[in-house]
């Protein structure tokens, strides 16, 4: 291990930072920041991924991009053993000063990886996503494994309370004192910048994210069909990518067969969900369970009001009544009454909700804050400040 002089001695532009995801697309996504700051200060970095069409633009950007070998949907160990090896081979032969694991594939065999390889990781939890929603044999064995793998990162970063109480509770922390809660991942309060609302007299939902029924879709269609006779002037929108790799992915075909039936407009998928947000009066998110659901952070940023179930991470964002509403996961019946609470409110109260989201965003969910976390993990594991 180098002594801190000689880590101390090191410019920015010595500094190499890794960044593991099972898709390139949520770190161009979502950690635009973080990324700016590394390039920013020449430091090199490099986004480990399997390739998609956010390749070029994190080339743009000044990041080396390298394809990765997973399968998200499947359980098959020898897949994942490929994952593992893929990975140490990178890691010893780019050999970065520190790695970034997020989501579950990269969290459990990227941190064994590192270890191996003998280079500092973090681990970080963007959501526990099918492992505590389903009571499946793969979940048992994910969790075996989090408890294995868990033992090498320095630290552990949780987005949520409730996510680090349940890996304290189920005991999958070799290390609980390396366990940080990280209280979500930030909003660049510039780029998602407050709009009004519009004025019209139609009323446009929107759930916007990866079209998984875990996300509650389904609750969303059936809270659709309910409200349909007597809210003739509301518009139920789908916006994000069909088909995606995870076990709850809904299909291009089940998509299409609600809109045959009217029950919903499909917006495609898109880069810049900012139009979209500016677009809708109510941003809607009926999901199982959550990290902190960068969506409804930056609907919120924008001054859109919310129907979220009260569940880990939509909670976190959003405060029933002030800025949004909170209804029961898994429950159309539920979905459909916020969603009617919503219509039923006048143009003045969403206003105020709209406001007072925007003032808690600002508060509580500033992109700049959880750079700085990031800027002090990185001095004190390398040494380097960028």
Known sequence: MKTSAALAARP????????????????????????????DAGAQVTVIAPRDRTFEPLTAMGCRCVELPVASKGTNPVDDLGTLRALYRCYRA????????????????????????????????????????????????AKLLYRFAFRFPREVWFLNQDDEAAFRERNLLAHPDRARLLHGEGVDLEQFAFTSLPERDTFSFVLIGRLLWDKGVGEYVEAARTLRANYPHARFQLLGPVGVDNPSAISR??????????????????????PFIAGADCVVLPSYREGVPRTLMEASAMGRPIVATDVPGCREVVENGVNGLLCDARSATSLAQQLAQMLEL???????????????????????????????LVRQLTGVTF
């Not at 075909?253 to 900012?274: H, K, S």
């Open 12 to 39: 920015a532009s010595s500094l190499h930072v890794a960044l593991v995801c099972n898709t390139a697309w949520a770190i161009y996504t979502y950690r635009q920041g973080l990324l700016r700051a590394l390039t």
């Open 94 to 141: 780019l050999k970065p000063d520190v790695v970034f694991h997020y989501t579950i594939k990269p969290n459990i065999y990227g941190s064994i990886a590192a270890w191996l390889a003998r280079v500092p990781s973090v681990a970080v939890t963007t959501g526990l996503g099918y492992v505590f929603i389903q009571k499946s044999r793969a979940a048992q064995v």
């Open 253 to 274: 075909e089940e998509v299409a067969a609600w809109e045959r039936e009217g029950v919903i407009e499909y917006l495609g998928e898109t880069a810049d969900v900012r």
């Open 346 to 376: 006048d143009q003045g109260e969403r206003q105020a909700m709209a406001k007072r989201g925007r003032k808690k965003i600002e508060k509580e969910f500033d992109e700049r804050v959880v750079v700085q976390r990031y800027r002090k």
